[in-house]
């Protein structure tokens, strides 16, 4: 007989309408409403959140930021396996955040001592800075390897659901963009954010790209200063302060999150001295560069089978809206004809293989953005009605129309 065909027992499920709601609990706020927003209104007690980014992007930073926020009503517990207590409290100096007395700290790399802390429910939240430096005694692996990751990971998100405790995970990403060692760990939490952006100045971009407890639809964005993480209250202004208008600039309407943002997309175009042409791209996909190239040469007269193209996305933004690909193939048409577009014009739209332009999300949102900023019309796809849009259907009449000057 298979083996457990008479065992187990009975479960006993709950009517839904009788259970008590995650909401109904009480989310701390971190202090940055921007933030509060991307994680669905707050921390959710007994939730486990994975911060990942990149090494020096600002993640120890902006968790120092929140935990002394929310230091000031709940006990907190910063525990770090990366930086001794001095190094944190000089930081927490530095950032003011080391005067609440609700603020505990400890350097600590092992899973179970941390995991049996958050069972003694003495912290409402705790932070472990980062799930890389953790281990098991029962595992005889090195810190930061998969076995190690994922089981400290479990014996840390068992604690914090039955102490109801909140718990953010630090993951360091590698270059790839690839949360280091186990993408299991994304499965594993309840939200996974995303700190993205450039290590060395520009815009930082917080986002959700999972969340049990909202949408993964909200952004938040930030600047280092000298005394930590600011938000950006006004990106598009910020973003095109510095733009002068050239051949191969365009200004593109884009989204992050739900919110617009107009940001500059500059392309350079250049004759290949020998060999293959080189394509790169810098806050924009490469593998999407190269389709909307090989679209730019099938679908219009353009010949650039023998030129080195390059895209940069200004502020340290990466883009995932598919509307950008307009803007950048226009940015590369201007570029390699030498003529720069209308100084009032943003676009936006996606581009499909046949050179047709397609419709994209939110177009009032960009509008409006684009009009609050004083731009005058936009190129884009024949969706909207507004006279602000001067619609175009496919890419070789949106170059001849708007790139004859
Ligand atoms: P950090 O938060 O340590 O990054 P991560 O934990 O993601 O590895 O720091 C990011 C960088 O920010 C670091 O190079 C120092 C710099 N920084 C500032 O510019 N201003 C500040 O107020 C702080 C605290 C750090
Ligand atoms: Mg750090």
């Known amino acids: 007989m298979a083996r457990g ?4 027992k009975i479960l006993k499920p709950q009517s839904i309408g009788l259970i008590r709601a995650g909401d109904e609990l009480k989310r701390m706020s971190t202090g940055i409403a921007d933030l509060d927003m991307v994680l669905g209104g707050g921390i959710l007690p007994g939730g486990v959140v994975l911060l990942a980014g990149q090494p020096g992007i600002g993640k120890s930073t902006l968790l120092l930021q929140v935990t002394s926020a929310i230091a000031a009503s709940q ?10 207590a001095g190094q944190v409290k000089l930081r927490a100096a530095r950032l003011g955040a080391d005067s609440g007395d609700d603020l505990a700290f400890i350097a600590s790399t092992s899973a179970d001592d941390i995991a049996a802390t958050i069972r003694s429910g003495t912290y409402k939240l705790v932070i472990i800075d980062s799930i890389q430096t953790l281990s098991l005694d029962e595992i005889t692996s090195a810190p930061g390897t998969v076995s190690q ?11 914090a659901k039955s102490a109801d405790a909140a718990v953010i995970l630090v993951g360091h990403v590698t270059k790839e963009g690839s949360i280091a060692g186990p993408k299991v760990l994304e499965h594993l939490v309840d939200v996974v954010l995303q700190f993205e952006g450039d290590r060395y100045g520009g ?6 790209i999972k969340n049990r407890y909202g949408s993964t639809s909200e ?9 930590g993480l600011q938000v950006v209250e006004n990106p598009s202004a910020a973003l095109l302060a510095e733009r002068h208008n050239s051949d191969g600039s365009v200004v593109l309407a884009t989204l992050e999150g739900n919110r617009p943002i107009l940001v500059e997309i500059q392309a350079l175009v250049n004759s290949t001295n020998f060999g293959y042409p080189k394509r790169t791209a810098s806050g924009f996909d490469i593998n999407r560069l190269n389709l909307l190239i090989a679209v730019l040469e099938k679908r219009t007269k353009l ?4 030129k080195d193209i390059y895209i940069n996305v200004v502020g340290g933004l990466r883009l995932q809206d598919p509307a950008a690909d307009l803007a950048v193939a226009m940015a590369i048409a201007s570029a390699a004809a030498g003529k720069r577009m209308d100084d009032g014009l943003v676009v936006f739209g996606e581009v499909g ?12 949102r960009r509008i409006a ?3 609050k900023l004083g731009f005058t019309k936009a190129i884009a796809p024949k969706q909207s009605k507004d006279t602000f849009i001067k619609g175009v259907s496919d890419l070789r009449h949106a170059l001849i129309d708007y790139l004859k000057s």
Request: charge should be negative; charged fraction near 20%; hydrophobic fraction near 40%.
């Open 203 to 208: 815009f930082k971009v917080v986002r959700a």
């Open 303 to 306: 010949n650039l089978s023998d």
């Open 353 to 364: 293989l046949g050179g047709e332009i397609r419709s994209v999300t939110h177009v009032d």
């Open 149 to 159: 990751i994922t089981n400290s990971a479990n014996v840390i998100i068992r604690a």
């Open 219 to 227: 952004a938040a964005i930030f600047e280092m200063s000298d005394n």
């Open 5 to 8: 065909a008479h065992s187990g």
């Open 75 to 84: 006990p907190v517990l910063y525990a770090s396996g990366e930086e001794s």
């Open 369 to 371: 953005e684009a009009k």
